[in-house]
């Protein structure tokens, strides 16, 4: 369970799958839009490619659908069962859509990425 918590962290904070230390993203600040996607070419702790192969990405949009519906179903059952006007739920749903795109789309790179590498104990021990 220790291990499963680790890496649902790492996940969670956009940590490198294999080392779970590097970063996955070049810049910290996920709101500037024009550096929010840019990935280092490899992590800088284990050295694990961040984009295997081109277009590698691409399964991660379908991940990316699913945390917006993961945030859009209990938003909405929530208006539903207790009987919230549909326009303040559709104008808090863009405006947390909004704030929270950045970290959706990192994080649905992040899944796609760690659904193909596995953690290694071994190359977590470098020092960063
Ligand atoms: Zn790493």
């Known amino acids: 369970?220790?291990?499963?918590?680790?890496?649902?962290?790492a996940l969670l904070t956009l940590k490198c799958p294999r080392c779970h230390k590097g970063k996955m993203f070049t810049h910290s600040n996920m709101y500037v839009w024009k550096t929010?996607?840019?990935?280092?070419e490899k992590c800088s702790c284990c050295?694990?490619?961040m984009e295997p192969e081109t277009g590698f990405y691409y399964g991660a949009m379908y991940l990316s659908y699913a945390l917006y519906v993961m945030l859009f179903v209990p938003?909405?059952?929530?208006?539903?069962f207790f009987d919230l006007p549909y326009f303040e739920f559709f104008i808090s749903f863009v405006v947390l859509t909004v704030l929270?795109?950045?970290y959706f789309?990192?994080?649905?790179?992040?899944?796609?990425?760690?659904?193909?590498v596995r953690y290694d104990k071994e190359k977590s021990n470098c020092v960063h």
């Open 105 to 116: 789309f990192r994080l649905s790179r992040a899944c796609y990425l760690y659904l193909f």
């Open 36 to 40: 929010s996607h840019l990935m280092p």
């Open 47 to 49: 050295e694990q490619p």
């Open 75 to 80: 938003m909405f059952m929530i208006t539903v």
């Open 1 to 9: 369970m220790k291990a499963f918590n680790n890496t649902l962290f």
């Open 100 to 102: 929270i795109s950045p």
